[in-house]
DNA sequence: CTAGGGTTAG
């Protein structure tokens, strides 16, 4: 054979030019075929395989020694169309694929591409080849074809080519489609899963919604002696924000710290954000305070984290130091700072900010920046000026803007301008079910009946149907879910009673009913019983059985407090002694002493 | 061939 080394010394190749003369000087020299050069040149090739694709067929086409290897790194850069073209040159010469071909075709392959792949693998062989295996399951999974990669791995099994690559691949990809329920029945009759496995089937919950199940499957691993590794703790802590349980949210980050799992800026922010919304800004604050580098995104969770919480001072303060450190903030910070102005009531604050937007903070203003200002003003009550708000911004306003407003009204009780707006923003978003209520809600207080029950129609015409109620309470580790007006939990009977109790505690101290957010046209003392059942009441009810005296009860719920039970809990809090810390759909709420740090405006 | 994590108005 030939040379043993190149000879001609390896000039850069950067143009097609010096390309084609360094093919020339090799083929002169008899080198062309040489499998450096050869490899070389195809490398060089498949960077733009759209314009020199032609010439790479030529190249391996006319090779006397084709390798079916050479032709790898090209599928790998080719799209799909292509990728099949090159596939039929090397079955025409004829080469067989090896087993690096499938993996790199499939994964961009397009289903009718995947299926006559998945032809040619089973007439080559390759089904009890794992590697080519598990690419034809991703390939079908990539094309949202759960049915078609269940059957290929079904019938895999058998044969035993599957390894834990091919479960894993099925988990994640189920996940991915939203089948989370079928990835776990996978992922429990795995035979062998390692921490990608466990990372797929926890943030595949984590991704669902399903954050108490991610938690589950994470304390699962850990009781079988799994080491955790980063991204096992980034689905962890994700799981606690999603769950907003803060006993989690300690246990994992206490894990973390001892599993000597390395802490980076972004792990460091994710679990910043986690005490924020697990109800504990403290700790976050301490966490926060403790890191020796702080990312934008880093600075932006605090800032966020305070607002959530009305504290708008401490909001802006730190946004001032930030600029003092000379971190330049982004369009979030700024929607941050104007959400803890308006969480806070500090409009004139909120205003200077959005005033200096561009030219000090140097962002462009968007839509969410409109509609902080909208709810800045409209949280105020000064009505017209959110609406002024919405007639010069430079873009038409969304359903999020006008929403704003809308829930400008219903905390002012403005029923004419509420609902002008609220019919607007339901035909904008005819699917969000809270829309109606709030309109309803708006009605009802203005005791149209009639109209309230348009609402109430045009939900069941469309199918939407309430969202019900659920609140989450720990209570010694554990977590217990109340569902509105449910009697699904063991000591139900014990925990209405208590309800009742407490009820009348309160009410002997002061508290009435408010049925304003009663959607029937009933008499007013049985508005009453309804609002008992309130999942947020029973939950509390349930933390005052099952708490010591004087323990903070944390609950989270999944939709906003209504007014009957952030008035009630209000007296809770005092009559009871107790801080209770309700974290609902858009803010948190602090209990204590009779006030809420809402000042009443949420 | 299998996994990724942070912030955003209502």
């Excluded at 080394?5 to 040489?34: C, F, M, N």
């Excluded at 949210?249 to 000597?260: C, F, I, M």
């Amino acid at each position: 054979m030939t040379a043993t080394a190149p000879t001609p010394t390896p000039i850069p190749l950067t143009t097609i030019a010096e390309l084609r003369q360094h093919h020339s000087q090799l083929v002169r020299l008899g080198l062309a075929s040489h499998p450096t050069h050869a490899r070389r040149l195809l490398a060089f090739l498949a960077r733009d395989p759209a314009a020199h694709l032609p010439y790479a067929a030529r190249l391996l086409a006319h090779h006397p020694d084709p390798h079916p290897a050479l032709f790898n790194p090209l599928f790998a850069a080719l799209p799909p169309c292509h990728a099949a073209r090159l596939l039929a040159l090397m079955l025409s010469l004829p080469l067989p694929p090896d087993h690096f071909t499938f993996p790199r075709i499939l994964p961009a392959a397009p289903l009718p591409l995947a299926a006559q792949l998945h032809a040619l693998l089973l007439k080559l062989g390759f089904h009890y080849h794992a590697q080519s295996l598990n690419a034809l399951l991703a390939a079908y999974l990539a094309n949202a074809r759960p049915d078609l990669a269940s059957r290929a791995f079904r019938t895999a099994a058998p044969r035993g080519t599957l390894d834990v690559v091919s479960w894993t691949t099925m988990v994640g990809g189920l996940c991915k489609l939203g089948l989370v329920d079928e990835a776990r029945e996978v992922f429990d009759e795995m035979p062998e899963r390692n921490l990608i496995s466990w990372n797929a089937m926890i943030s595949g919950y984590v991704k669902a919604g399903r954050f108490l199940d991610a938690l589950d499957v994470f304390d699962e691993m850990r009781a079988l002696g799994v080491q955790g590794n980063g991204f096992i703790a980034a689905s962890a802590v994700v799981a606690c924000t999603g769950a907003g349980t803060l006993a989690h949210g300690w246990e994992v980050h206490r894990w973390v710290e001892q599993s000597g799992i390395k802490v980076d800026e972004k792990l460091a922010t994710a679990v910043v954000d986690m005490y924020c919304k697990c109800g504990c800004v403290e700790e976050a604050w301490r966490v926060f305070e403790a890191l020796p580098v702080k990312g934008l995104t880093t600075w932006n969770c605090m800032i966020g984290g305070f607002a959530v919480h009305g504290r708008g001072r401490d909001a802006v303060r730190l946004f001032g130091r930030m600029e003092r450190e000379g971190v330049a903030p982004d369009d979030v910070t700024l929607v941050n700072v104007l959400t803890a102005c308006s969480h806070a009531g500090m409009v004139s604050e909120g205003r200077h900010y959005f005033n200096h937007i561009v030219e000090r903070y140097g962002v462009e203003p968007k839509m969410e920046h409109y509609g902080c200002m909208v709810d800045l003003y409209g949280r105020a009550g000064m009505l017209d000026e959110a609406q002024k708000v919405i007639d010069n911004m430079p873009m038409e306003p969304d359903v999020g803007v006008l929403g704003a407003l809308f829930g400008a009204c219903r905390i002012h009780g403005d029923v004419d301008l509420g609902e002008a707006i609220g019919w607007r923003v339901i035909e904008l978003d005819p699917q969000n079910s809270g829309r109606y209520v709030l309109l309803a809600n708006l009605l009802a207080s203005a005791g149209r009946w009639e109209d309230v029950a348009r609402v109430r129609q045009l939900m069941d015409e469309r199918n939407v149907s309430k969202e019900a109620g659920r609140s989450v309470i720990e209570v010694d580790g554990e977590v217990c879910e109340f569902q509105c007006g449910s009697l699904h939990h063991p000591q139900a009977a014990e925990v209405y009673a208590m309800a009742r109790d407490m009820m009348s505690r309160i009410g002997a101290e002061g508290y009435a009913p408010d049925t304003r957010d009663v959607l029937h046209d009933v008499a007013e003392e049985e508005k009453d019983a309804p609002l008992l059942y309130h999942s947020e009441k029973l939950a509390i009810a349930f933390g005052l059985l099952r708490t010591r005296p004087g323990d903070t009860i944390r609950i989270t719920k999944n939709l906003r407090v209504c007014r009957d039970c952030h008035e009630a809990t209000k007296f809770v809090s005092r009559v009871f002694e107790r801080e209770i810390v309700v974290r609902d759909r858009n803010r948190f709420h602090h209990f204590k002493d009779g006030k809420c740090s809402c000042n009443d405006y949420w």
